[in-house]
């Protein structure tokens, strides 16, 4: 299981050039104009994970199958969208079908790029899109209430509930706080989840700054991360024109590129752990001499629902799982050794699946 990112923000902070960086393909255009990106590009990308190379090392696997991820290029939303200004209407319908929104925000000085409200302030910024989303939301939940009425008056159980989290969500718009600030009780969650809340979305903020502020981020940056901590959402610091860079180079020349700029690792990485930490998710892996593959899960979830991940007849039929830790998988050279050193469980129903688990899953039918 993946998840899909809308990218979203104001024209011109370096959305696109971002998603050609995140995608490895110029699909999206980056143009120094609002809307040029008029359709929402999506692309997929595999998940990096060092783990699962080391894995089908071990395991001799011939192929190595990453879990995969979708981000989606929305285009530039303005001031208005709300009320459908600068195509807002189209996007803010590509972005109710995400899961979880990346917020692109302009940290960096640039006199020849362009600004719509002509000034660099990326908390501001921030301040636009999110009125512009609970400005949406609460349209949407006023037209909704209304709507569910005649269901109400005839005593429907899912009419009562929806008009319940409706009237809390509408609640918190009116004080000026997103959706995703109220608390939702484990009975109430899957109902939540499809209201489809613009606010409910989890949101990362990403800082877009220049090449030399990479490393380090700047004052705008900081400022952003300040927010974040303070919403108790993600932040991270990116050079968009330095992950186009290095989406154009072999491995071997990206990692020397990326040494000499004082970065670690590349962009992409650090956006998909913000994005896992984000929405709770976690990898665990299936390996033997065919395959290592990598599959993603929400934390908390249970072995058979794990199991109906690669195949729903695994999740019905399911008996058992045989579970390795990764760093025992690692430490013992592979299945026969964990299985040796009595570092293989068989684990139940009840099972709750951890981040790095090699299984192995029997079933019936």
């Known amino acids: 299981m993946g998840f899909r990112t809308g990218i979203v923000g104001l024209p011109n902070v370096g959305k696109s050039t971002l998603f050609n960086a995140l995608t490895r393909t110029a699909a999206a255009q980056a143009a120094n104009f609002p809307f040029c990106t008029i359709e929402p590009n999506v692309g997929e990308v595999a998940v990096p994970d060092p783990r699962l190379e080391k894995l089908a090392e071990i395991a001799g696997s011939k192929e190595i199958i990453p879990t995969r991820m979708t981000f989606v290029d929305i285009a530039g939303l303005v001031k208005g969208a709300s009320k459908g200004e600068g195509l807002g209407n189209q996007f803010l319908a590509n972005i109710r ?23 660099v302030n990326p908390v501001e910024d921030a301040a636009v899109i999110e009125t512009e989303l609970m400005l949406a939301d609460m349209e949407s939940i006023e037209k909704r209430l209304a709507g569910l009425s005649r269901k109400l008056r005839g005593g429907d159980r899912e009419a009562v509930q929806q008009d319940r989290l409706l009237r809390a969500a509408l609640a918190a718009l009116e004080q000026g706080r997103p959706a995703r600030t109220v608390v939702v009780e484990d009975e109430d969650a899957k109902a939540w989840k499809e209201l489809q809340l613009l606010t409910a979305k989890p949101v990362l903020y990403v800082c877009n700054v220049a090449e030399d502020d990479a490393a380090a981020g700047n004052a705008h940056s900081r400022a952003v991360q300040e927010m974040a901590a303070r919403e108790g959402a993600g932040a991270v610091v990116i050079s968009a024109k330095i992950e186009e860079e290095i989406a ?28 896992y930490a984000l929405l709770g998710l976690i990898t665990y892996f299936t390996v033997g001499p065919k395959e290592a593959r990598a599959w993603t899960i929400r934390k908390g979830t249970l ?4 199991a109906g991940v690669i195949h729903g007849d695994f999740e019905k039929g399911f008996i058992r799982a045989e579970t390795i830790a990764y760093e025992d998988f690692v430490a013992c050279g592979g299945e026969a050794g964990a299985r040796d050193a009595g570092k293989m469980r068989v684990e139940g129903k009840g099972y709750v699946v951890q981040d790095g688990d090699v299984m192995h899953f029997l079933h019936s039918g």
Do not use: K, N, S
């Open 248 to 275: 154009q180079l072999e491995p071997d020349e990206a990692a020397m590129f990326l040494e000499e700029m004082g970065l670690h690792e590349p962009g992409l990485d650090r956006l998909i752990r913000a994005g």
């Open 97 to 119: 079908e995400c899961d979880a929104i990346a917020h692109v925000l302009r940290c960096f000085e640039d006199g020849d790029v362009t600004h719509v409200e002509g000034r």
């Open 303 to 306: 072995a058979p629902q794990a």
